[in-house]
């Protein structure tokens, strides 16, 4: 303020003793401090517009945590107003979050991402927590491809406008001043929040947010050679115990600490000292990113008068040619891999997806980082881009995540299974590079387990290896018996309930052509039990009987069969439990070679079906989802047990069980089937569904021989639900009824299908 004072006397003087209507101008070089602040950050670019209008040309600039971001991006050569615009376009809170979309996981992956609600490391038989809340991989996406124009610039002093940060050596707790390197990775140094954000590693040193440390860089501006300095401070000092309402607002109250005793003096040397008032608003608040952006404003117009004589003293900057816009492609032509050692180069390339030397848009190059950070192998990838020839290098720091053992939980009830919970473990590089082991054990109503070793070869052929046992028990007609096992007419009997043991076991190869796109050839073993207490010994019905001294059972199938199959598989829904976007399509083909034949009636014979669908958006909040699906036997075999069955609500039906709203579990039998779905999925609140859906089927046998498929629908079943995206996975309560039925069924499923 003292120099500024100074400024403004002379100019006065001038005008005095010369009696000239124009002043004697001195030029002024002018720094700008933009403190740190999470969400409260925002308030900057409020204030930038505002100096903006004023006239001032900013010279050199610094910044802490979100300061660093906001600065980096203003002297990089993007204007106040284009900032506005990019942060009101960017949700900066979903970024945060670092959720990855389904199509940036492979199958696999999708499938540990929907089956369990805790995945915690287990080292040494310690269960730990994870190190941050996010890794900052979507943030550090976008900074990339937001300072594109500038990747080639080494010194920030070299920057359209020269710039300087500040990040915290983790290890010795040392301030980190940063003004060289690859922008993207200083500013991300700079906002790592510890607990929020992963530590990031520059250069060797370990860093985290600067806002520790100096959450104010007025002598690192001053240092560049501003001779007048505008701050621009975020910070509202120490909260009281009301305030502190979130692990984030603590550790930026114990962060602010130091700051908090500074800022008296800091806001003291500064020339200019612009203090918005963001005391309401939360570190973590970027959804009121309008309101903050407008306290910044509001502030820096109390000051309009200084920063216009500010303006009126510098003479005229040499014009800058700025980017403004974005870039949309580039060309990768030589791909650079630090790090890794136990994952392939082919496992990387076949994450990527795109070839070198060919044009690709950015949004393809953050899917294939996205793919990579879906793996769950490697920390934050701090990649680079740098000039080189007709095209960039991607130099991809792959650094391994330590820990290659995991516990992981989950619960779930349903109305087939009954309650269940579910204890997995998970080892990665189990027997080889870029493989992945894991056991799933559920105990409950029914016990079950799953097993599974899956080689990762990205677009090569994979391999794997699957082990499942499954069993339940249901209450069914007794008519579906008689239909298809060698069983007479009990007259007494209406319905008996049934008890089914699986036991499956599957060598494949698989290559997955995109993230969305698998194709996998295999061989399966399956031993099939279907049994029931219903019946006692001395009733006649079939020859298929045996019981015990300790369980009386009589066995309708008890079967080993040996099978060849393939399945081909593409999948863009946005969510698989209330999709409201994307394309899906499932095809299974078995051909069944063998059977140790219990029921005495096996010959060769194959089973094929396929369901495909789509949803889209009809307004912001509702959606349609719509799916066919069918199938067949082919052979003149007279074994029934891989005859479709439609009935229930549910996702992780086995073998032909099919689910259809408006029939019970296990209702309708036939060797073929067709069948029509639709659901409006309206979200009343966020992660709160209201679910209207119909479908539509005909099942029976051999009806695509008789053309019966193509007839009206014999059967028809509606729902009226309602869904919750809990943290436990999806809650869904659905009510369903048939016209042709004398009652309706209310479904309850509880937490991830498994």
Same mark, same amino acid.
């Given at each position: 303020?003292?120099?500024?004072?100074?400024?403004l006397?002379?100019?006065?003087?001038?005008?005095?003793?010369?009696g000239?209507?124009?002043?004697?101008?001195k030029?002024?070089?002018?720094?700008?401090?933009?403190?740190?602040?999470?969400?409260?950050?925002?308030?900057?670019?409020?204030?930038?517009?505002?100096?903006?209008?004023?006239?001032?040309?900013?010279?050199?600039?610094?910044?802490?945590?979100?300061?660093?971001?906001?600065?980096?991006l203003?002297?990089?050569?993007?204007?106040?107003t284009?900032?506005?615009?990019?942060?009101?376009?960017?949700?900066?809170?979903?970024?945060?979050?670092?959720?990855?979309?389904?199509?940036?996981?492979?199958?696999?992956?999708?499938?540990?991402?929907?089956?369990?609600?805790?995945?915690?490391?287990?080292?040494?038989?310690?269960?730990?927590?994870?190190?941050?809340?996010?890794?900052?991989?979507?943030?550090y996406?976008?900074?990339?491809?937001l300072?594109?124009?500038?990747?080639?610039?080494?010194?920030?002093?070299?920057?359209?406008?020269?710039?300087?940060?500040?990040?915290?050596?983790?290890?010795?707790?040392?301030?980190?001043?940063?003004?060289?390197?690859?922008?993207?990775?200083?500013?991300?140094?700079?906002?790592?929040?510890?607990s929020?954000?992963?530590?990031?590693s520059?250069?060797?040193?370990?860093?985290?947010?600067?806002?520790?440390?100096?959450?104010?860089?007025?002598d690192?501006?001053?240092?560049?050679?501003?001779?007048?300095v505008?701050?621009?401070?975020?910070?509202h000092?120490?909260?009281?115990?009301d305030?502190?309402?979130?692990?984030?607002?603590?550790l930026?109250?114990i962060?602010n600490y130091?700051?908090?005793?500074?800022?008296q003096?800091?806001?003291?040397?500064?020339?200019?000292?612009?203090?918005?008032n963001?005391?309401?608003?939360?570190?973590?608040?970027?959804?009121?990113?309008?309101?903050?952006?407008?306290?910044?404003?509001?502030?820096?117009?109390?000051?309009? &008068?200084? /920063?216009?004589?500010?303006?009126?003293?510098?003479?005229? =900057?040499? !014009?800058?040619? $700025?980017?403004?816009t974005? @870039? %949309?492609?580039?060309?990768?032509?030589?791909?650079?891999?630090?790090?890794?050692?136990?994952?392939?180069?082919?496992?990387v390339?076949?994450?990527?997806?795109?070839s070198?030397?060919?044009?690709?848009?950015?949004?393809?190059?953050?899917?294939?980082? &996205?793919? /990579?950070?879906?793996?769950?192998?490697?920390?934050?990838? =701090?990649? !680079?881009?740098? $000039?080189?020839?007709?095209? @960039? %290098?991607?130099?991809?720091?792959?650094?391994?995540?330590?820990?290659?053992?995991?516990i992981?939980?989950?619960?779930?009830?349903?109305?087939?299974?009954?309650?269940?919970?579910?204890?997995?473990?998970?080892?990665?590089?189990?027997?080889?590079?870029?493989?992945?082991?894991?056991?799933?054990?559920?105990l409950?109503?029914?016990?079950?387990?799953?097993?599974?070793?899956?080689?990762d070869?990205?677009?090569?052929?994979?391999?794997?290896?699957?082990?499942?046992?499954?069993?339940?028990?249901e209450?069914?007609d007794?008519?579906?018996?008689?239909?298809?096992?060698?069983?007479?007419?009990?007259?007494?009997?209406?319905?008996?309930?049934?008890?089914?043991?699986?036991l499956?076991?599957?060598?494949?190869?698989?290559t997955?052509?995109k993230?969305e796109l698998?194709?996998?050839?295999?061989?399966?073993?399956?031993?099939?039990?279907?049994?029931?207490?219903?019946?006692?010994?001395?009733?006649?019905?079939a020859?298929?009987?045996?019981?015990?001294?300790?369980?009386k059972?009589?066995?309708f199938?008890?079967?080993?069969?040996?099978?060849?199959?393939?399945?081909?598989?593409?999948d863009?829904?946005?969510?698989?439990?209330?999709?409201?976007?994307?394309?899906?399509?499932?095809?299974?083909f078995?051909?069944?070679?063998?059977?140790?034949?219990?029921?005495?009636?096996?010959?060769?014979?194959?089973?094929?079906?396929?369901?495909?669908?789509?949803?889209?958006?009809?307004t912001?909040?509702?959606?349609?989802?719509?799916?066919?699906?069918?199938?067949?036997?082919?052979?003149?075999?007279?074994?029934?047990?891989?005859?479709?069955?439609?009935g229930?609500?549910?996702?992780?039906?086995?073998?032909?069980?099919?689910?259809?709203?408006?029939?019970?579990?296990?209702?309708?039998?036939?060797?073929?089937?067709?069948?029509?779905?639709?659901?409006?999925?309206?979200?009343?609140?966020?992660?709160?569904?209201?679910?209207?859906?119909?479908?539509?089927?005909?099942?029976?046998?051999?009806?695509?021989?008789?053309?019966?498929?193509?007839?009206?629908?014999?059967?028809?079943?509606?729902?009226?639900?309602?869904g919750?995206?809990?943290?436990?996975?999806?809650?869904?309560?659905?009510?369903s009824?048939?016209?042709?039925?004398?009652?309706?069924?209310?479904?309850?499923?509880?937490?991830?299908?498994?």
């Amino acid at each position: 303020m003292r120099k500024l004072v100074i400024i403004l006397l002379v100019f006065l003087f001038a005008n005095f003793a010369n009696g000239q209507d124009v002043a004697i101008r001195k030029d002024v070089k002018v720094g700008l401090v933009l403190s740190g602040g999470g969400a409260k950050g925002l308030a900057h670019i409020g204030a930038l517009k505002i100096i903006e209008e004023a006239g001032v040309k900013i010279d050199y600039v610094g910044g802490t945590s979100m300061g660093a971001i906001i600065g980096a991006l203003y002297a990089s050569g993007y204007s106040a107003t284009e900032l506005d615009s990019i942060f009101r376009n960017t949700s900066l809170g979903n970024l945060i979050q670092d959720n990855l979309p389904r199509s940036a996981k492979t199958f696999y992956e999708k499938e540990d991402s929907e089956r369990y609600a805790i995945t915690l490391p287990f080292n040494n038989f310690k269960i730990s927590v994870p190190t941050a809340y996010s890794g900052g991989q979507n943030i550090y996406n976008e900074f990339v491809r937001l300072l594109y124009h500038v990747k080639d610039v080494e010194n920030f002093k070299d920057l359209p406008k020269p710039f300087v940060c500040i990040a915290t050596n983790v290890e010795t707790g040392k301030e980190v001043v940063l003004d060289k390197g690859y922008l993207p990775e200083a500013i991300m140094a700079s906002g790592t929040l510890p607990s929020l954000f992963e530590p990031a590693s520059v250069k060797g040193e370990l860093l985290i947010d600067g806002g520790i440390v100096n959450n104010y860089p007025i002598d690192q501006v001053r240092a560049l050679g501003a001779d007048v300095v505008i701050g621009v401070d975020v910070q509202h000092g120490l909260s009281a115990r009301d305030e502190l309402l979130s692990a984030t607002e603590v550790l930026f109250q114990i962060s602010n600490y130091r700051a908090a005793t500074d800022m008296q003096k800091k806001s003291e040397e500064t020339d200019v000292y612009i203090k918005p008032n963001i005391a309401e608003y939360s570190v973590l608040d970027f959804g009121k990113q309008e309101a903050i952006i407008e306290t910044g404003k509001n502030a820096a117009i109390k000051k309009f &008068s200084e /920063l216009k004589t500010l303006a009126f003293n510098q003479l005229e =900057r040499k !014009k800058v040619i $700025k980017k403004t816009t974005l @870039q %949309d492609t580039l060309i990768v032509s030589r791909l650079i891999i630090d790090g890794s050692s136990n994952y392939s180069r082919g496992y990387v390339k076949g994450k990527l997806r795109f070839s070198m030397g060919e044009e690709i848009t950015f949004d393809k190059l953050q899917q294939g980082i &996205s793919n /990579l950070s879906a793996t769950g192998n490697f920390h934050t990838n =701090r990649f !680079k881009l740098l $000039k080189n020839g007709i095209g @960039q %290098d991607l130099i991809l720091n792959l650094e391994e995540k330590p820990t290659k053992t995991f516990i992981r939980l989950g619960a779930h009830y349903d109305d087939l299974y009954k309650s269940a919970a579910i204890i997995n473990l998970t080892r990665k590089n189990f027997l080889t590079k870029d493989d992945v082991a894991s056991f799933d054990f559920i105990l409950g109503d029914n016990v079950r387990y799953n097993m599974q070793y899956y080689i990762d070869k990205g677009t090569y052929w994979s391999f794997g290896f699957n082990s499942r046992f499954n069993a339940f028990d249901e209450e069914i007609d007794f008519s579906l018996i008689q239909n298809n096992y060698d069983v007479m007419d009990v007259s007494s009997i209406n319905r008996i309930n049934i008890d089914v043991t699986d036991l499956t076991n599957q060598i494949y190869v698989q290559t997955v052509l995109k993230e969305e796109l698998s194709f996998t050839l295999g061989v399966e073993h399956k031993f099939l039990k279907y049994s029931t207490r219903t019946l006692s010994d001395n009733q006649p019905i079939a020859s298929a009987t045996f019981s015990t001294s300790s369980d009386k059972r009589t066995v309708f199938e008890k079967s080993n069969y040996l099978s060849a199959y393939s399945q081909l598989v593409f999948d863009t829904y946005d969510d698989r439990y209330f999709p409201t976007k994307g394309l899906n399509f499932n095809g299974d083909f078995h051909f069944y070679l063998w059977s140790s034949d219990f029921t005495g009636n096996f010959k060769e014979f194959s089973i094929s079906k396929a369901r495909i669908g789509a949803a889209w958006p009809i307004t912001k909040k509702l959606a349609l989802n719509v799916e066919t699906d069918g199938g067949f036997k082919l052979g003149t075999s007279t074994v029934a047990t891989f005859d479709y069955v439609l009935g229930g609500y549910g996702g992780n039906l086995i073998n032909s069980f099919t689910p259809f709203l408006g029939y019970d579990f296990l209702s309708l039998p036939g060797n073929s089937y067709v069948k029509a779905y639709a659901r409006l999925d309206y979200e009343i609140a966020p992660k709160n569904h209201v679910l209207l859906a119909a479908n539509y089927a005909n099942v029976e046998d051999d009806i695509f021989r008789t053309g019966e498929w193509f007839t009206t629908p014999n059967f028809s079943g509606y729902g009226i639900g309602y869904g919750l995206e809990s943290f436990v996975g999806p809650i869904q309560l659905m009510y369903s009824w048939s016209p042709e039925g004398k009652k309706g069924h209310l479904f309850i499923s509880l937490g991830y299908w498994f």
